[in-house]
């Protein structure tokens, strides 16, 4: 196993240009040093350390942007003052994510990159509509987060690219209702079985601006646009349920393991959306 520690940026994009075969990058470790504990990495693969570029560090307020360096930690997260005011639906919903010594390691971008279904994070980084800045060789590209994914834990990154921050409007919420809700075995510490978040506004008792994701329920964490779609501009009062379930079948496609069956993964996101039309 190749072991490479680029002091900034530009030197990790050498190394990674001139690496013919496999190549991970290591931060905090949560999920990499499993993989090479059960040699699901191979010997001859490469590991490039970036815990040490500042470049992808810090949590930064623009005019109206916050900027995430994709290095920064769940514990950094939770204490940024410019998170909570902000973005209180991500300090109030991830207190209980992993054990506190995983948050002080675990990190935003690995979170994103793994691309776990059952990442805590993602369903929330959706609704609040997410940019992530990518860096490679050519420089950098804006994707949303939204269109992110291509599959089961792959995604949009070219070769030598990767993800330098996370961009998230400041009026993502602008004073909006928010739900968050994840389903597990126990209350902490758990892998989501469902997780489902939701911001929602009203105006003249109808819905004016909706947005849900779903995590653990397909390949990736995605939004609902079908439903989303169904429900803007109704009454609660106006939404038939029999019609919500039937475009829900549309969106997510659970699938059954040792933890849930599928039947049981799509009723309670089912009963979650209902919950949010309740209140």
């Known amino acids: 196993m190749n072991f490479f520690n680029p002091k900034n940026l530009k030197e990790l994009h050498s190394i990674a240009d001139k690496i013919d075969g496999k190549y991970y990058y ?8 499993v993989q090479i504990k059960h040699e699901m990495i191979g ?12 470049e992808l560090k810090g949590i930064i307020e623009e005019e109206d942007e916050i900027i995430l360096g994709s290095l920064t930690t769940f514990t950094q997260l939770l204490k940024s003052e410019l998170m909570q005011k902000y973005f209180p639906i991500l300090a109030e919903n991830l207190q209980n994510f992993a054990s506190p010594l995983l948050q002080t390691t675990a990190t935003i971008g ?11 994070i993602i369903p929330l980084l959706l609704v609040l ?9 050519n420089g950098e590209r804006t994707v949303m987060l939204n269109g992110f994914y291509t599959g089961y834990k792959k995604n949009f990154l070219a070769k030598g690219e990767i993800i330098k ?12 209702n928010t739900f968050y809700k994840k389903v597990g075995a126990r209350k902490t510490l758990t892998i989501a079985k469902v997780s489902l978040a939701a911001i929602w506004e009203m105006e003249n008792s109808k819905i004016k601006r909706i947005c849900l994701a779903a995590g653990s329920l397909n390949e990736y964490a995605r939004r609902l646009p079908l439903v989303e779609q169904y429900l803007l501009n109704k009454k609660k009062t106006e939404v038939d349920l029999k019609k919500l379930e039937e475009i829900l079948k549309q969106e997510v496609t659970p699938i059954s393991d040792l933890r849930s069956d599928r039947e049981y993964r799509f009723q309670v996101c089912l009963n979650l959306i209902k919950e949010i039309i309740e209140i």
């Open 110 to 120: 690995g979170n994103i990159a793994n691309g776990s279904p059952t990442a805590d």
């Open 129 to 137: 509509d997410a940019k992530l800045i990518l860096s490679g060789a």
């Open 43 to 54: 010997k001859d693969d490469n590991i490039i350390y970036i815990n040490e570029l500042s």
């Open 26 to 33: 290591l931060a905090g470790g949560t999920d990499i040093n």
């Open 165 to 176: 921050s996370i961009v998230i409007n400041k009026n993502a919420l602008n004073g909006a």
